[in-house]
Structure formats: structure tokens, C-alpha cells
């Protein structure tokens, strides 16, 4: 059977620094589906290198993209990229609990 459409997504970061850890700051991402706006449970992300790995890795954002996140984010604490395409299949994938994780 043929994967659904996929659904125009907005995701917004968060850099925090109460969560700093030897690995850098703590950076919540929430995915919000366009334009019905809502959203997934937050994920929490440590350090600038597992950012960028979740961003280009797991929800295939282009990389000037995620560029131009890791820059902004230092500066304005918040960033957000828009019209990320996602899959339901993906979101499931990506958006499982770590218990459940592989």
C-alpha cells in the first residue's frame, strides 16, 4: 500500500540552558502539522552535534536549513523551520517514546 501524503510540518527549537550538560545545551523541539497547528509531544535533544544529527538524520531537513538553526539559535534562543515534510510513518518512527525505541 502507498505511504499517505506527507504533511507540511513547522518545527520549533527551544535552546535552554538549564539542562547544560558536559555535552552541550538542551534543546526541545515540538513539530507542529500546518496549518491545523497542534502538536507532538516535545523531544528533548543534548548538545549542538546530536541536534544536527536529529534534524538532517531523522527528519531529513536540507542542511542549509539546519544551518541556519545552530546558527540562530546561540543568538535568539528559538528557531523555526517551515514547511518540513514528514510522512505519518516517519512522525510515528521519529515521535516513539524511549521505552519504545529501538
Avoid at 505511504?3 to 518545527?11: A, G, H, K
Avoid at 527551544?14 to 555535552?23: V, Y
Avoid at 552535534?49 to 534534524?55: A, P, T, V
Avoid at 546558527?71 to 510522512?87: F, M, R, Y
Wanted: glycine letters at 8%; one cysteine or more.
Amino acid at each position: 500500500m502507498a505511504e499517505p501524503t506527507e504533511i507540511d510540518c513547522s518545527v520549533h527549537i527551544l535552546r535552554t540552558d538549564s539542562g547544560k550538560t558536559a555535552d552541550g545545551a538542551t534543546y526541545i523541539l515540538t513539530v507542529a502539522p500546518n496549518p491545523t497547528g497542534g502538536g507532538l509531544p516535545d523531544r528533548r535533544i543534548v548538545g549542538e552535534d546530536g541536534l544536527r544529527s536529529f534534524l538532517a538524520g531523522e527528519l531529513d531537513i536540507h542542511p542549509p536549513d539546519v544551518d541556519a538553526a545552530i546558527a540562530a539559535l546561540p543568538k535568539e534562543g528559538s528557531h523555526t523551520i517551515h514547511h518540513v515534510l514528514l510522512t505519518p510513518t516517519r512522525i510515528k518512527k521519529v515521535w516513539r517514546s524511549p521505552s519504545q525505541q529501538p
